[in-house]
Every structure is written in structure tokens, then in C-alpha cells.
């Protein structure tokens, strides 16, 4: 006889609807409550003694006076509340009561992630709560929550996002930033930050990306010295540090809040905002991924190089790939793979859009560092030139057989572009040639036809983009 699912349950102020209850899957409840407070659950029992991830999504209006939101990770043992995680309203100075219409006022998306050590019985999840003091009484909202998997969640940092420490509330648009969270996290945890998005400080600037204008931001900034309206971070407490778009890795001093924002002076009239993308890295022993390059990757062909440090050893270790909703194992290429560099070949079929990848073996087990899953292969990075001795080199002519050494490429598939002027010739890759001293390299005869002076040279795989080309010289002879 199969066990019980055991599902969970919404209550609260208002009509509550429990529209997934996990059985089938994310648990997710709706909430509409025509009155000035409002307090819901979601909530489930554990059935054994485990540590569960738990990445949530809260989206709601609470009219446009006066608006409070809160939010907690709950763990009820028999009788007496054994833990409680605040993950909105904190610190004391909370979220709201603000009015018409900075963030919470006139709506409000939070997203994040916790984690929860529960024991057989315990009842945990998540309670919610808010207030206004609109005469239109409208108080609604969907709450979701995904159970077990690696977090991985999108957080909109607005323009106006800054810490909690400038954080006053007051009625109308606050002199000082809101703030953006992402959930908390474990002493010595790291999540990894990608972002995208425009915004804009004032009203004279051209709107800049996360990497921010480029100039040193003034002594009052978050992170004085370092680019103006870039993307930051921090847990906590713990210092800022730049994010820009990433992939930048975050690692938490001490337990806390991560927590989001735009490196400014002054806040209020800053507009847009940033998708910051955060995936969580376990704790353990299996290191850390770093960078993935390059960034996309098709199934099947083309090998990602997931460089880190202190990874496991390849020898029996998967390279699992997840969405969140389909997971597999891409292909682990032995020959040049080592502790600080893996040959990733994405698996076959996998579906296109935001995943991550992950190393184990056995109890080592990695970050899962996000990637983009595309129908055509990425475009690849040369990383050298070599020549018939496997030393770098700056020189080719035609006839002379050199090495391409390069992140994306496959044993098979890829084509060398030599480019002088008008003239391209394109040449498939010979033999593929690897080792831990030397990655992945592929074998090119030079083309006939090659005059003295520069050449570009870049390659693909398959159907992909040329790489951007690197210069070689062509002596006269």
C-alpha cells in the first residue's frame, strides 16, 4: 500500500482558496479579505527528520494607505512555535505602513528562499500578514511555495531598492529606499546572482544595466567607490558587494537576509528596476563553481568548462541539470576534466530556457550555478592559439597546422573562420586533442590563400555563432 501524500493546507482572514495542495504540484492558495488586517497560512506536516528548501512567491495588493505587509517561515511542534524565520519586516522598522504608492502600496511581489529542520510531526510553512487603512477595503494575493529542490527564484529590484538601515516608515513617497529581500541564508551558504534589466538615477542619465555608469559612486553610496546604480548584495549585516549582471557568487559571513540593491546616495527618484536571478549552493564539501563558460549551451553538443575551486573529483561525479521541473545528468568528459575545471556536455533533449548545473560525487556536492539551455549551441571562447609544439602562438600561414583551444566546442562539429579583409575561409575542425594540461583542442590546417599581415581567427560549433576572433600575423615570405 502506497503512503499517504501528505499535502498541504491554507487558512486565514477572508476567502481563502487552496488551488494546489502538492499533491500534483506547487502548493499555491489565494486570499481576498474585505477588511483593514488580514492574517493566512500555508502550512504542512513532515513526515521525517530533514532539512527542506523552501523557495517561495508572494504577489499581492493591499490597497493605498497606510500598507503593511509581513512574512515568516514557521516551525510548530506540539503545543509552542520552535522556530520562527522572518523574512518580511525585518528588522523592526518593517515593510510599511506606506501610502500611495511606494513599495508596498498599490501592490507588491516578493520572492525568496529559506530552508527548515523539521522533525517527524512538526507542522511548518509559512504565515503571511498585512494591513491598510483604505476605504476600499481590497485586500488580495496568491502565496506559492516549491518544497526539496535547489532554490531558484527571480527577485525585481526597483531603482529606488536600497538597505534596511535607511528604511523609515512614513506616509507618501519615503526619502529613503525600500528594500528588496530574497530570503536567508546559512552561515558559509552562497547563492549565485545573474541579472538584467535598466535603471535609471534621476531624471538626466541614460538608463545603465546592472553593471551600473561606470563612475565611482560618491562616500554616502551603499558601496562607496564602486560604479553608481550597479547591482549590490549582502547578507545580513555583512559588507556590500557588487553584483552587477553576473554570474557573481555571494557568500554569507554569518546567518541572514540577503538582501538586494541599487549602489545610490539617493533613492526616490530612481526608476526601473533589475530581474536579479538568485540560485542557491548547498553547504558541503564539494566546493565551488565559479563561472560557466560559456554562459548558454545546447543539448548534446558543445561542452560547457565549469571552472571553481576545490571541485570534486570527476572520476564518477554527475553534472546534474534542473529547470525545476525536469532534471538530468549531462555527460562528464574524463580526459581534461580536473578539481578546478569540468567538460560539461549538456543532456540530450533537454528543454530550452533558465536552468541550472550542479557537480556531486557522493556527500561533495557544488553550487548549481545557473546556464541558459538553447537550441543552437553557445558561442565559444578561444582561450589560445597553439602551435605543433602545444605552446601559445601568435603566428600561422598557410599549410601550418595550429590548435585551437577553446570553452564550447565539441570533439566534433566545429569550424575554424580565417578572415583577411573581404576574404573568408571557412575550414571544419580536424582532430580533437585533450588533456588536463590542455582542455579541449581541436586540430586546423591553414587554409592556402593566406597573405602576409593580420588574420582573424574565431570558430563554432555546429550551428552556433562564430567566437569573437583573436589575431594572428602572417610573416611575409
Not at 518580511?88 to 529559506?114: D, I, K, M, Q
Request: charged share 5%; aromatic share 8%.
Amino acid at each position: 500500500v502506497a503512503a499517504p501524500v501528505i499535502t498541504w493546507t491554507a487558512a486565514g482572514s477572508g476567502v481563502v482558496a487552496l488551488v494546489n495542495d502538492g499533491a500534483n504540484g506547487t502548493p499555491s492558495f489565494t486570499y481576498d479579505n474585505n477588511t483593514f488586517t488580514g492574517a493566512w497560512s500555508l502550512s504542512r506536516v513532515a513526515t521525517a527528520a530533514e532539512t527542506v528548501n523552501l523557495t517561495y512567491a508572494w504577489t499581492g495588493f493591499h490597497s493605498f494607505f497606510n500598507v503593511t505587509t509581513g512574512l515568516e517561515a514557521f516551525i510548530t511542534r506540539p503545543g509552542f512555535d520552535d522556530t520562527i524565520v522572518t523574512l518580511v519586516n525585518e528588522p523592526l522598522a518593517g515593510e510599511g505602513p506606506v501610502v500611495c504608492c511606494a513599495f508596498p502600496s498599490n501592490g507588491f511581489t516578493y520572492a525568496g528562499a529559506t530552508a527548515l529542520d523539521v522533525q517527524p510531526g512538526d507542522t511548518y510553512g509559512f504565515r503571511l500578514r498585512g494591513s491598510h487603512g483604505d476605504g476600499t477595503l481590497a485586500m488580495n494575493g496568491t502565496f506559492s511555495v516549491v518544497a526539496g529542490a535547489q532554490p531558484l527564484f527571480t527577485v525585481n529590484v526597483r531603482g529606488t531598492a536600497g538597505g534596511f538601515e535607511n528604511q523609515t516608515p512614513g506616509f507618501g513617497p519615503p526619502s529613503v529606499p525600500a528594500r528588496v529581500y530574497g530570503g536567508t541564508l546559512a552561515a558559509g551558504q552562497q547563492v549565485t546572482i545573474t541579472a538584467s534589466g535598466l535603471v535609471q538615477g534621476g531624471v538626466g542619465p541614460t538608463p545603465t544595466g546592472p553593471a551600473g555608469e561606470g563612475i565611482a559612486c560618491p562616500v554616502n553610496c551603499l558601496l562607496p567607490g564602486v560604479s553608481q546604480m550597479a547591482l549590490v548584495a549582502r547578507v545580513g549585516t555583512g559588507p556590500w558587494q557588487l553584483v552587477g549582471a553576473g554570474p557573481t557568487v555571494v557568500t554569507a559571513g554569518s546567518a541572514g537576509l540577503l538582501q538586494l540593491a541599487v549602489n545610490d546616495d539617493f533613492f526616490t527618484d530612481n526608476s526601473g528596476a533589475f530581474a536579479a536571478t538568485v540560485s542557491w549552493a548547498p553547504l558541503g564539501p564539494g566546493g565551488t563553481i565559479t563561472s560557466v563558460s560559456p554562459a548558454t549551451g545546447a543539448p548534446g553538443q558543445g561542452f560547457l568548462v565549469l571552472r571553481g575551486v576545490n571541485l570534486p573529483s570527476p572520476t564518477g561525479a554527475t553534472a546534474s541539470v534542473t529547470n525545476g521541473v525536469t532534471t538530468a545528468n549531462g555527460f562528464v568528459f574524463l580526459s581534461p576534466s580536473t578539481t578546478s575545471a569540468y567538460w560539461v556536455r549538456l543532456p540530450a533533449g533537454f528543454p530550452p530556457g533558465a536552468a541550472t548545473i550542479q557537480l556531486a560525487n557522493g556527500a561533495a556536492v557544488t553550487n548549481a550555478f545557473p546556464i541558459t539551455v538553447s537550441a543552437t549551441p553557445g558561442t565559444p571562447v578561444i582561450t589560445n592559439i597553439l602551435d605543433g609544439n602545444f605552446a601559445p602562438t601568435g603566428m600561422v600561414y598557410s599549410g601550418l597546422t595550429i590548435y585551437v583551444q577553446a570553452d564550447g566546442i565539441d570533439t566534433l562539429g566545429s569550424v575554424v573562420r580565417f578572415q583577411q579583409g573581404a576574404t573568408i575561409i571557412d575550414v571544419p575542425s580536424g582532430t580533437a586533442i585533450s588533456s588536463p594540461a590542455l582542455g579541449l583542442v581541436v586540430t586546423i590546417t591553414a587554409p592556402p590563400g593566406l597573405g602576409a599581415g593580420p588574420v582573424l581567427v574565431s570558430i563554432r560549433q555546429g550551428s552556433g555563432a562564430f567566437s569573437t576572433p583573436v589575431t594572428l600575423t602572417v610573416p611575409a615570405l
